[in-house]
């Protein structure tokens, strides 16, 4: 899909790392014993994507154990300034035998010369959203919280926002909310939809805060073999 887009300026993502994937398959999680745990099968942690971003400067989420592999990418593509920026979760998962809970996901952050990140400092503080607490809760297993794609994109100035796995869509009500143009990739119908109704409700609510009316929502879907 990347090939086949219009220009875009920034790659602001959260896509596979490769650590697991793991979820609990059932409601009630971690507070159900009868819940096994599901490997996603998408996740596997390539970073073809990484290449098929043009160059444009490049904000993930990506985790600390798979750190090289993403360096190595990045001096492949071309990539020379890196930045780290963190999400800072208010309420990690305790660790069983008191091992260091997983307090902070660091967002990486890559560009060339003349990338600069603008705005406050490097981190944010925020909860995961949560069925049955948090009214923006989509039930996609890994929605990142909207506040912290905010403030992360609220780090550049890029007109045109691509996001290669976009899930739920967070990035794009991000996006749209900030009056930028976005581009959102997702394999899984069903993630694809939710993403499209999400960004559309933001459009909307988006065309209520700004005098100039945001350009109505073009999806398109392509056929893989
Ligand atoms: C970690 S989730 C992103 C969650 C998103 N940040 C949100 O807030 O909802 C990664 C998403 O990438 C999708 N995905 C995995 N492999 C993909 C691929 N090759 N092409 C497009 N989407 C893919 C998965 O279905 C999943 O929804």
Redesign the pocket.
């Known amino acids: 899909m990347l090939p086949l887009l219009p220009q875009f300026d920034l790659a602001l993502t959260?896509?596979?790392y490769g650590t697991g994937g793991w979820r609990r398959d059932a409601t009630g999680a971690g507070s159900n014993p009868a819940a096994k745990l599901v490997r996603e099968q998408?996740d596997d942690g390539a970073l073809e994507w990484l290449r098929l971003c043009r160059g444009v400067p490049v904000l993930t989420f990506w985790p600390a154990a798979h750190m090289p592999a993403l360096m190595g990418a990045a001096v492949a593509c071309g990539y020379d300034k890196v930045r780290m920026l963190y999400m800072r979760k208010l309420d990690p998962k305790p660790q069983v035998g008191g091992r260091v809970s997983w307090a902070v996901e660091p967002i990486v952050a890559l560009g060339n010369e003349g990338f600069q990140l603008y705005g406050g400092t490097d981190w944010c503080e925020a909860s995961t959203p949560r069925l049955n607490r948090d009214a923006d809760a989509t039930g996609?297993p890994?929605?990142?919280p909207l506040q912290v794609m905010q403030w992360a994109l609220d780090k550049t100035k890029a007109p045109a926002v691509v996001d290669?796995?976009?899930?739920?869509?967070?990035?794009g009500v991000a996006a749209v909310l900030a009056g930028r143009q976005f581009f959102g990739?997702?394999?899984?119908r069903r993630?694809f939809d939710m993403a499209c109704e999400r960004i559309a409700r933001a459009q909307a609510q988006g065309s209520l805060l700004v005098e100039v009316k945001a350009a109505a929502p073009q999806q398109t879907m392509l056929e893989l073999p």
């Open positions: 959260d896509p596979p998408w996609h890994y929605q990142k290669p796995y976009m899930g739920s869509g967070t990035t990739v997702e394999q899984e993630y």
